[in-house]
Structure formats: C-alpha cells, structure tokens
C-alpha cells in the first residue's frame, strides 16, 4: 500500500464531491461556470465545468485509490 497515492486519491474524490455539493447548494460561488455558459452557452458551460470540476477529480481520485491500494506510487 502506497499511502502518499491512497491520500491523493482520498483527496481529489473529496474535491470532486465538494464541488458537486458546492454546485447544488451555492451554484453562484464558481466565477469560472459564468465564463464557461458564456462561451458556450447555459447547457454546454454547465457539462463542461461538471466534467472537469466534478467528474474527473473523481475518476482520477478512483483510479489513484486502486493504485495506492496495489502498492503503485503515484510518484512513479
């Protein structure tokens, strides 16, 4: 077990789900969602910002848990 890439993991996911939080509760708090629906409008701005704010830090925090877990640095 790798624990430096297990908190890693631990922490990207804790992002993910604040940020999914954060959007349903106080949506006016991401500055960088009113620039997105501007460039690409109200629907595509908020799969955007969801994708990279939400989405992939819990992928990515997924995959870094099962790596910490076999013993695979996140170092290398």
Known sequence: MNLVTV????IAILYGLFTAYLRA???S???KLDAMK???GDKGGMIVHVIAYT???IVAGAVLLV???MGIS???
């Open 25 to 27: 509760t106080n949506p």
């Open 74 to 76: 996140f170092a290398g």
């Open 55 to 57: 989405v992939v830090p």
């Open 29 to 31: 708090s991401f500055k």
């Open 67 to 69: 790596c910490g877990f």
């Open 7 to 10: 908190g890693i993991g631990a």
């Open 38 to 40: 501007k460039m690409w």
